[in-house]
C-alpha cells in the first residue's frame, strides 16, 4: 500500500510553482477575486458544512434517514476523539489557461501522461487546527508540492474493521481507524499524494497558511503513477 511517495523532479515547473505562490499569497492578504488564480466551486460545502455544524436536518435531507444515523453517530465519535476542533478549510484554483497547458504538455513530456488526464490546482489552507479524516470524493491521486506550510503533518489511516462507506459524505468509522503513515510535507519536494485512503491534516495552531501547487489525474491511482514517475 503506498499513502505518499516522494519523487525527486529538480526545477520541475519551477516558475510556475514561483508564480503560482505569489498569487496565492495575494489572495492571503487581499482575498478574492484574483485576476489569475481562478476560484473552484467548493462542491461538497453544504455537505462538510452540514457536518461540520452539526446539521443532521440538512444531512438527512441530502443522505436519507438511516444513513442520518450512522453520519450521526461517527460524528460524535469524532468529537469524543478530536475534541471540538478549529475545522481546516481547502480552497482550490484553477491555473491560468496558458500555464495549465504548460503543466500538461510537460506531464506527457517526462511521463507519457495524457494531457486530458492531467488538472493543475493550486490550493490554499488559510487558518484551522485539523481537517478530519476522510478521503477524496472525485480525484484519487496527485502529484503535489508544498508552496508554503506550517509544518502540518498528514495522517494516513488503514482500516481495523470494515465498515459502510457513505457516498454523500465519507465520513468514516473512526473507532475502526488506526494511523498507518505520518508525514510532514517539505516545501518544494513533489510527492505523489493518495486520496483513497482514509486521511486527516493536523496543524499546532488555529494560525497559518498552507499553499500546495500540483496535479490532480482523473483516473489514474498512485500505484500507476508511481509506475510512471
Same mark, same amino acid.
Given at each position: 500500500?503506498?499513502?505518499?511517495?516522494?519523487?525527486?523532479?529538480?526545477?520541475?515547473?519551477?516558475?510556475?510553482?514561483?508564480?503560482?505562490?505569489?498569487?496565492?499569497?495575494?489572495?492571503?492578504?487581499?482575498?478574492?477575486?484574483?485576476?489569475?488564480?481562478?476560484?473552484?466551486?467548493?462542491?461538497?460545502?453544504?455537505?462538510?458544512?452540514?457536518?461540520?455544524?452539526?446539521?443532521?436536518?440538512?444531512?438527512?435531507?441530502?443522505?436519507?434517514?438511516? @444513513?442520518?444515523?450512522?453520519?450521526?453517530? #461517527?460524528? +460524535? %465519535?469524532?468529537?469524543?476523539?478530536?475534541?471540538? &476542533? $478549529?475545522?481546516?478549510? /481547502?480552497?482550490?484554483?484553477?491555473?491560468?489557461?496558458?500555464?495549465?497547458?504548460?503543466?500538461?504538455?510537460?506531464?506527457?513530456?517526462?511521463?507519457?501522461?495524457?494531457?486530458?488526464?492531467?488538472?493543475?490546482?493550486?490550493?490554499?489552507?488559510?487558518?484551522?487546527?485539523?481537517?478530519?479524516?476522510?478521503?477524496?470524493?472525485?480525484?484519487?491521486?496527485?502529484?503535489?508540492?508544498?508552496? @508554503?506550510?506550517?509544518?502540518?503533518?498528514? #495522517?494516513? +489511516? %488503514?482500516?481495523?474493521?470494515?465498515?459502510?462507506? &457513505? $457516498?454523500?459524505?465519507? /465520513?468514516?468509522?473512526?473507532?475502526?481507524?488506526?494511523?498507518?503513515?505520518?508525514?510532514?510535507?517539505?516545501?518544494?519536494?513533489?510527492?505523489?499524494?493518495?486520496?483513497?485512503?482514509?486521511?486527516?491534516?493536523?496543524?499546532?495552531?488555529?494560525?497559518?497558511?498552507?499553499?500546495?501547487?500540483?496535479?490532480?489525474?482523473?483516473?489514474?491511482?498512485?500505484?500507476?503513477?508511481?509506475?510512471?514517475?
Amino acid at each position: 500500500m503506498h499513502y505518499f511517495k516522494n519523487i525527486e523532479l529538480p526545477n520541475f515547473l519551477d516558475e510556475a510553482k514561483t508564480d503560482c505562490l505569489r498569487w496565492a499569497e495575494e489572495i492571503v492578504e487581499h482575498g478574492n477575486p484574483h485576476s489569475s488564480l481562478i476560484l473552484r466551486n467548493r462542491t461538497h460545502s453544504k455537505i462538510n458544512n452540514a457536518v461540520s455544524e452539526l446539521d443532521f436536518k440538512t444531512v438527512t435531507a441530502i443522505a436519507g434517514t438511516r @444513513k442520518s444515523r450512522i453520519l450521526k453517530q #461517527r460524528v +460524535y %465519535k469524532m468529537v469524543r476523539k478530536y475534541g471540538e &476542533v $478549529d475545522r481546516i478549510v /481547502i480552497d482550490q484554483y484553477d491555473v491560468p489557461t496558458e500555464m495549465s497547458k504548460h503543466v500538461k504538455d510537460e506531464m506527457l513530456r517526462l511521463f507519457n501522461i495524457p494531457r486530458d488526464e492531467c488538472t493543475p490546482i493550486v490550493q490554499i489552507q488559510n487558518g484551522g487546527e485539523m481537517l478530519h479524516p476522510h478521503h477524496g470524493h472525485g480525484r484519487k491521486a496527485s502529484l503535489f508540492c508544498l508552496l @508554503k506550510g506550517e509544518g502540518e503533518s498528514t #495522517r494516513w +489511516y %488503514k482500516e481495523t474493521e470494515s465498515f459502510e462507506i &457513505v $457516498d454523500e459524505f465519507h /465520513i468514516p468509522d473512526v473507532s475502526k481507524l488506526e494511523i498507518a503513515v505520518e508525514n510532514v510535507l517539505q516545501e518544494n519536494q513533489w510527492l505523489l499524494f493518495n486520496h483513497r485512503e482514509w486521511h486527516s491534516v493536523h496543524r499546532k495552531s488555529n494560525v497559518g497558511v498552507r499553499i500546495n501547487f500540483g496535479i490532480d489525474f482523473k483516473t489514474m491511482d498512485i500505484n500507476e503513477l508511481i509506475k510512471r514517475t
